[in-house]
């Protein structure tokens, strides 16, 4: 009784070699075009929305607060010098980062009258990225987000 089993013909052997060769080439290159469209995750923190080299304080009622990842923030209805209101959407930084700097999910909640201090948006929209806050109580809390190159 033969056991041996008779070779594969070298072309069936190489065949199969190519089949495995391409499925890891197939699967490095999806993998390639996933991370190419996944710009997302970086380009997120841009700060090209804010004039980093302005500050605008305004005085108003907080309206919302949102304590949450990516970045926290809220919304301020300002009183204009026209007697119509503004709403100042506030962004912040992660929450992580706040609690470092004295913010909890309580410092403050709709109702609350408050002094902002922002980086303004660009486009002249009502906001900005959170740089300090008075609290009702008086006490301020500063938080500024510095970029690299920003003294």
């Known amino acids: 009784m033969n056991t041996h ?3 594969l013909p070298r072309a069936c052997e190489s065949a199969k070699r190519t089949r495995r060769l391409t499925a890891g080439w197939t699967t490095a290159g999806f993998a390639a075009i996933v991370v190419l ?14 004039d980093l080299s302005r500050k605008v304080t ?14 926290s923030n809220f919304k ?4 204009n010098k026209d007697g119509t209101t503004s709403v ?18 309580t410092t403050i909640k709709p109702g609350d009258k408050v002094t902002v201090t922002v980086r303004p948006l660009r486009d002249g929209t009502p906001g900005g990225q959170y740089v300090s806050i008075v609290l009702p109580n008086g006490k ?6 510095k970029r ?3 003294r």
Do not use: K
Not at 89 to 100: G, I, K, Q, Y
């Open 37 to 50: 469209f996944s710009t997302p995750a970086y380009v997120h923190h841009s700060g090209a929305m804010f």
């Open 148 to 150: 690299s190159g920003e």
């Open 140 to 145: 301020m809390l500063g938080g500024e987000q």
């Open 76 to 79: 301020v209805s300002v009183p």
């Open 58 to 71: 305004v005085s108003g009622t907080v309206i919302d607060f949102h304590w949450s990842n990516p970045h």
């Open 88 to 105: 100042w959407a506030v962004e912040m930084n992660s929450p992580n980062n706040l609690v470092r700097v004295g913010w909890r999910r």
């Open 5 to 7: 089993q008779p070779a």
